[in-house]
């Protein structure tokens, strides 16, 4: 008896032998698989993880019904909390993946701290360009899932020497692990199937570049903008090249971070700074430095769309600050208003790109849900006809402040908005 293994003849004995080989690996090799990924991977030395601890959430009610009406400002609610108040706070270190959960965050000039710092980018003729969900192909940016790690001198492993400390903290970046073709490729399947191997890789990139650091500082082209970011290239796995369906070897794609001269001012819908006193500006955030979105209008949505999508999250929009309390579509007046006693500037609407037809738990971009519903009633603003609206961009009157969850929200001074486009009518830009 034999059988044909491509061109080859393999006799019964021969089969034999490579069955026994096979045993020996799935023996021999397995658990030496196990030992090394079962392994409790504790993190960066010396650090912290930021953000709430991993699988809690303040939105994990979000469906609940309640959320759909709005309630009375200026009261309490049974438990003696401000009824219109902060619901949930995110930060996106990593423009277009994964967020980060926090319960309280410092705000600097850029929004959020840590938000939108780095980004991915493709190297096309014109030189390197932000890629965003919104590009072919990249919607598997969501499963990517920064985490950021601070130094923390409570911790046994604190040593300002280290290298983690020395940047500052690192960024440690997880992904969905491809199996290859192929007898190995299926016994990865297998080992990930059975939670025996991890399923994600990971890899961590400095927070903040050290002096003598070697990170190229070029040009990166996003929206009209080119500002100089560090390359972090060199950082960036063959596995991930793949992941996200480039050859490593010849992969037009990198990884940057904002770099300290890098300045997008922001000027179109934004107070000026003779108005606050400072110019707004943002790193890799499309436009504004903070997003914000009010639960009771996502629930006004997601109910319109429910049929396609019986859960639609609210994290899909990837605002950083999630209010609950006012009733749908308030906001969309709002000029003016505190959180947690702080001034906010709501500069304009959040005029919206597909994006949100986007998964951020699968990676799946759904044909036409929910930018089909957004379209087919929040049109709203005559700055753009053509586009729907949810939620506001907004614009600290100060520079620095924290934010956390349960502040209170106020709202100080409602009118008009018109929205004023980034590009002119016919103007295009690359990556859009
Ligand atoms: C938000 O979530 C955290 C973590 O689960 C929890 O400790 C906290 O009490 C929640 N805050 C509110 C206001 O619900």
């Known amino acids: 008896m034999s059988w044909a293994i491509g061109s080859l003849e393999i006799s019964a004995s021969g089969a034999l032998i490579i069955s026994g080989l096979l045993w020996i690996v799935l023996i021999g090799v397995f658990p030496l698989l196990v030992l ?38 200026d009261t309490k609610d049974e438990n003696g909390q401000p009824a ?34 780095f980004a991915f980018a493709e190297e096309t003729a014109n030189g390197w360009n932000c890629r965003t969900l919104r590009n072919a192909g990249f919607q598997r940016m969501a499963l990517i899932h920064p985490e950021i790690w601070v130094p923390d001198p409570s911790s046994p492993d604190y040593d300002e020497r280290r290298p983690e400390m020395q940047s500052g903290g690192v960024m440690v970046i997880s992904y969905p692990r491809l199996a290859p073709l192929g007898l190995w490729g299926t016994m990865i399947k297998i080992g990930m199937t059975f939670r025996i191997l991890a399923t994600r890789r990971k890899f961590s990139v400095p ?56 300045s997008r001012e922001i000027f179109r819908n934004a107070p000026r700074k003779e108005q606050i006193g400072f110019q707004p500006s943002t790193a890799f955030a499309d436009a504004y430095p903070i997003h914000l979105l009010n639960l009771a209008s996502h629930r006004d949505v997601a109910a319109r769309c429910a049929a396609a999508i019986p859960r639609l999250s609210i994290r899909r929009f990837r605002a950083n600050i999630i209010v609950q309390g006012p009733e749908a579509f308030a906001e969309d007046h709002w000029k003016r ?9 709501a500069a304009c609407r959040t005029v919206r790109c597909r994006l949100p037809n986007v998964d951020p738990d699968t990676g799946d971009r759904h044909k036409a849900e929910p930018d089909r519903t957004l379209k087919s009633y929040r049109r709203i603003d005559d700055g753009d006809r053509t586009n729907a609206c949810l ?3 907004l614009v600290p009157s100060v ?34």
């Open 399 to 432: 520079e620095e402040f924290s934010v956390s969850v349960g502040d209170e929200v106020r709202v100080l001074e409602t009118g008009e908005h018109l929205y004023m486009k980034m590009l002119a009518p016919g103007e295009k830009v690359e990556g859009v």
């Open 84 to 117: 219109w108040r902060v619901k949930a706070l995110f930060t996106y270190p990593l423009k277009s993946c994964g967020g980060i959960e926090l319960q309280k965050s410092d705000v600097v000039p850029t929004g959020l701290k840590f938000d939108r710092q």
């Open 207 to 262: 927070l903040v570049p050290s002096q003598d650091s070697k990170y190229p500082v070029v040009p990166v082209s996003i929206w009209k903008d080119t500002p100089r970011a560090y390359d972090y290239g060199s950082l960036l796995p063959a596995s991930l090249h793949e992941y996200l369906g480039f050859k490593p070897s010849e992969s037009p794609l990198t990884l940057f971070r904002a770099h300290p001269s890098h």
């Open 36 to 73: 090394i990924n079962a392994s409790p991977s504790p993190g960066p030395k010396g650090c912290r993880r930021l953000g709430l601890p991993q699988g809690q959430s303040n939105l994990t009610d979000e469906y609940d019904q309640k959320y759909s009406e709005g309630v009375p400002s």
């Open 337 to 345: 208003f505190t959180i947690g006693g702080t001034e906010i500037h």
């Open 391 to 393: 939620g506001m961009q």
